[in-house]
């Protein structure tokens, strides 16, 4: 990870307040470029957005483009969750905090434009780990932003990961994961080890105890 994406989190800080800054002190010229608009979309906006999409544009190995129907499945799963999970998800964090928990703090009129920048620029969780970091899931696949983990992979900014879940299992041809380096999946085992199965053994032994005895345990409802 470079200097700068390591502390990225204090070039936006900066940012902020050099543009809130900038906005108090040249009141003029920031609502001119305000009114710089073209189908009710700020142009100046749109063009920083675009700056920010083309270097991603640039790193697309376009000459793999036609192995694309190799892996369907795979760039199919990808698509849904980064354009139809994530957008709804962060939409509905939106929901909860920008329009109800902190909409007394906010201005009522500039409340969509927070949502749909929460919505487009959500911080990645993996760009905040350290570099030569390990990540290790066994909860649940969708915990794990499964591209952008592959990414981080193959740019060398994580030394390894081993997942035993994933977002889609069995896991699919094409999956990002398939050819990231370093990457150690198990299929869904984590809880088979000697240690687990003495205890859920252990349990079910207790449970029959207790029901015989008329006190019954752990009992889910």
């Not at 949502?115 to 970091?133: S, T, V, Y």
Request: charged fraction near 15%; proline fraction near 6%.
């Amino acid at each position: 990870m470079s200097f700068f994406e390591r502390w990225l989190t204090l070039w936006v800080a900066l940012c902020i307040v050099a543009g809130v800054i900038l906005g108090q002190q040249l009141h003029g010229p920031v609502q001119a470029l305000g009114r710089m608009e073209l189908a009710q979309v700020n142009i100046p906006v749109g063009l920083l957005i675009w700056v920010m999409i083309i270097p991603m544009l640039v790193r697309v190995d376009f000459g793999a483009l036609h192995r694309v129907r190799e892996h369907v499945r795979g760039i199919g799963v990808t698509l849904a969750v980064n354009w139809l999970v994530k957008p709804f998800s962060m939409a509905l964090l939106g929901w909860i905090f920008i329009r109800h928990l902190f909409a007394p703090w906010l201005p009522a009129a500039q409340s969509d434009s927070y949502i749909a920048g929460l919505i487009l620029l959500a911080a990645e969780r993996l760009a905040q780990l350290n570099p030569g970091a390990l990540l290790s899931n066994t909860s649940r696949g969708p915990q794990t932003d499964e591209p952008a983990l592959a990414e981080a992979l193959k740019e060398g900014r994580l030394a390894g990961a081993g997942l035993d879940v994933l977002s889609v299992e069995p896991q699919v041809d094409g999956s990002p994961l398939q050819q990231a380096p370093n990457c150690f999946i198990t299929p869904h085992i984590a809880c088979a080890t000697r240690a687990a199965r003495e205890r859920l053994l252990s349990t079910v032994v207790a449970n029959i105890k207790a029901c015989v005895a008329g006190k019954t345990k752990n009992v889910v409802v």
